[in-house]
């Protein structure tokens, strides 16, 4: 089958889209930039891609010979108050545009419903679905509840909990109900009812075995960490403290955190179906799901990251368009070092930040995120999805990949901090040396008065970091 898929470079897309080329299937892939294609996808022979932005699809059309459709677009990190307009207009231009084509059956993958206080995420959610039905095609609806996975915003936001709190006072809402279900099990219902005619113009709530509270869920993740965890709930904190504790706990962005707030204070308990019995699958329990992904990580094999999605709201066109360095009217560090081994040097290059950290004075690059998380920033907190590896797109602690190819020998960061203007830093090897270059471009007298504040910090800082990527330690 021709399958056409949106959303191509978010958490669910990026899996599915193996999946689907396992099963033989062609695909079609949306995306909003032709320079951030998952690598994993970019050249397989069965894999064609169209540019494409749903808030704006100009004079786009597709080709008429698509038989199915998949519909991954969520607004799910952008601000609350724009976001729902956000979701209908696409899910509209997406209708108006599949209409055009021979597609027999889209495939929608929105959250459970059944609550009669619902969150506006999942308002939005209902809309869509309503939007999507057409007598041009057939419309599958799949809701999910709680997605456990590798990279999954719930996994990662119950890790950072878990981990780094033995003692938790936390919301009352850490009473809630759900259903958490295996990213395994999503991708296997997804993919079962592609052209399944039982399945045509129906709904279902997909979700694991077990109901169970976030309190429940926090204590068997630590359990199957190994861990010692105590919680505490307490009925005084109001939504808007819950979304800053969630914040400055976790990975999460303030935007996100009161996202998910909202959704968590609704209780998510999905409606039995005879979904299972049409895809054959027995659902993993909540212990299995969150084992199975901590073997994904330790094999450092996580395919996709929530924190790969374009969600801090920096950008609003293409990566490509910025990646060549401004020159006017921005202050420069520029550093350059004769190469005495370039793959050493290219090797710790790809590693820096995330668990490896940025090589010297990395307390000052702690700090630095520390006062850029409170003032609402992203921190250092995001890591990186993969230790070793780098494709334009991927969060690299407050920086997001613009551009990583190892055979040019260039990785290009734009910095997602909280700041004053903006800045990049570029690592480029050319003619034996490696040039690194700080790139400031200030936004009027603040942004001034900030460059000139951090420089005296620049001369240790930037020499030392490119020292330690060509000088290799004595042995």
């Known amino acids: 089958m021709k399958i056409l898929l949106t959303g191509t470079t978010g958490y669910i897309a990026k899996r599915l889209a193996l999946g689907l080329l396992q099963e033989g299937h062609h695909l079609v892939c949306c995306v909003r930039d032709l320079k951030r294609i998952p690598d994993e996808i970019e050249n397989h022979p069965n894999v064609s891609f169209i540019k494409v932005d749903f808030l704006e699809p100009d004079d786009i059309t597709f080709t008429k010979d698509i038989d199915a459709s998949y519909y991954l677009i969520h607004s799910m990190s952008q601000n609350a108050q724009d976001f729902k307009t956000m979701e ?31 969150s506006k995420h999942l308002q ?3 809309e869509v679905e309503k939007m999507l039905q057409s007598n041009n ?43 958490p279900i295996a990213i ?35 204590l068997q993740f630590a359990e199957v960490r190994g861990l010692k965890r105590y919680i505490y709930t307490l009925p005084v904190l109001t939504p808007k403290l819950s979304s800053y504790w969630l914040y400055f706990v976790t990975s999460t962005s303030f ?14 308990i999905g409606k039995p179906s005879n979904i299972n019995e049409i895809v054959k699958l027995k659902p993993l329990s909540y212990n299995e799901a969150v084992s199975l992904a901590f073997q994904k990580i330790q094999l450092n094999s996580v395919i996709s990251s929530w924190k790969d999605a374009m969600s801090s709201g920096v950008f609003q066109d293409q990566l490509s368009k910025h990646i060549e ?48 998380k409170l003032v609402g920033g992203v921190g250092l907190r995001r890591g990186r999805t993969h ?31 909280k ?57």
């Open 137 to 179: 095609y057939h419309l599958t609806t799949l809701r999910a509840g709680i997605i456990v996975g590798s990279g999954s915003a719930s996994f990662e936001i119950i890790r950072d909990i878990v981990e780094k709190l033995p003692i938790m006072i936390t919301p009352r809402w850490l009473n809630t109900k759900s259903q």
């Open 255 to 268: 935007n996100l955190a009161q996202s998910l707030v909202d959704s968590m204070k609704v209780e998510v």
């Open 88 to 118: 209908i207009t696409c899910a509209q231009n997406f209708r108006l545009l599949i209409n055009k084509t021979n597609c027999k059956q889209v495939i929608y993958l929105s959250g459970i419903v059944n609550s009669s206080s619902l």
């Open 387 to 417: 230790d070793d590896y780098l494709e334009a797109g991927d969060p690299l602690d407050f920086w997001r990949v613009l551009y990583a190819d190892k055979k040019e020998k260039r990785l290009l960061l734009f910095a997602e901090m």
């Open 184 to 218: 395994r099990d999503v991708l296997t219902y997804l993919i079962g009812v592609l052209n399944n005619r039982e399945t045509y113009n129906n709904s279902y709530d997909i979700f694991g075995p077990e109901v169970l509270t976030y309190k429940q869920m926090l």
């Open 419 to 475: 700041l004053p203007g903006e800045a990049w830093l570029e690592f480029k090897i050319a003619k034996d040396k490696l040039y690194q270059r700080a790139v400031f471009r200030p936004k009027g007298v603040w942004g001034r008065l900030y460059w000139y504040s951090v420089l005296p910090f620049h001369g240790f800082i930037f020499k030392g970091m490119i020292k330690a990527l060509v000088e290799k330690p004595a042995t």
């Open 325 to 372: 360095l401004p020159h006017y009217g921005c202050f420069k560090d520029v550093q350059s070092m004769p190469l005495t081994d370039e793959n050493y040097t290219l090797d710790r290059i790809w590693k820096i930040g995330g668990k490896t950290g940025w090589y010297r004075f990395n307390w000052l690059w702690k700090l630095r995120g520390y006062l850029d």
């Open 124 to 126: 939005s959610r209902l």
